[in-house]
């Protein structure tokens, strides 16, 4: 399966995105083909409407202390939802549909997750830390959100005026 990033301001990022209501080969396709996308491109999280599938799909590998993403570390998450959230911290987040912007961001710290994994099954996880809010920032495409919608009205402005110029210039390269 060809997959490529879409990127804003492309509407599609805006879709609302559908329940994983069969487990098939199909899915499994969807989120091996992710995986290597993700990883591709520097990412550490991904989710399927990024790849223009509007489904509750998301992919994460969270570097280690070597800063290696490892296979073992790929988290496959399925119509997560999030039952208790707790803390607050502050990080510098950046996204594969919005290249070249960084900006930092308030989150939960801790949080408590449901989800399924490839094949249906029920599973729980408790996050901290960049997992925690990588989960946010990916759950939040899943409800058509961009990290930069949280930004304030003066610091929107800025970054619309400086991505504008960012598309323009590349392309013209
Ligand atoms: C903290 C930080 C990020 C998240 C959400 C997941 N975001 C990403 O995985 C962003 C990846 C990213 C990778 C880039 O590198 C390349 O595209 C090669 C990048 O660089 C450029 O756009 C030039 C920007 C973002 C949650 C929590
Ligand atoms: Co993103």
Known sequence: ????????????????????????AKLHE??????PI??????????AIQVAHPVQVLVLNIPDEEGEQTPENLLEII???????????MYQEGCLSVPKFYEDIKRSEFLTLHFQDRDGNTRTL????????AIQHEMDHLE????IDKLSYSRRKKFEKEYKRMLKERKES
Do not use: C, H, Q, W
């Open 144 to 147: 058509g959100v961009l990290f």
């Open 30 to 35: 969807l989120l091996d083909a992710m995986n």
């Open 1 to 24: 399966m060809k997959l490529t990033i879409v990127e804003y301001p492309d509407k599609r990022l805006r879709l609302k995105s559908k329940e994983v209501k069969v487990f098939d």
């Open 126 to 133: 408790e996050a901290e830390g960049l997992l925690s809010i």
């Open 38 to 47: 993700m990883i591709n491109t520097n990412g550490i999280g991904l989710a």
């Open 79 to 89: 119509n997560p939802i999030i039952s208790k959230k707790s803390g607050e911290t």
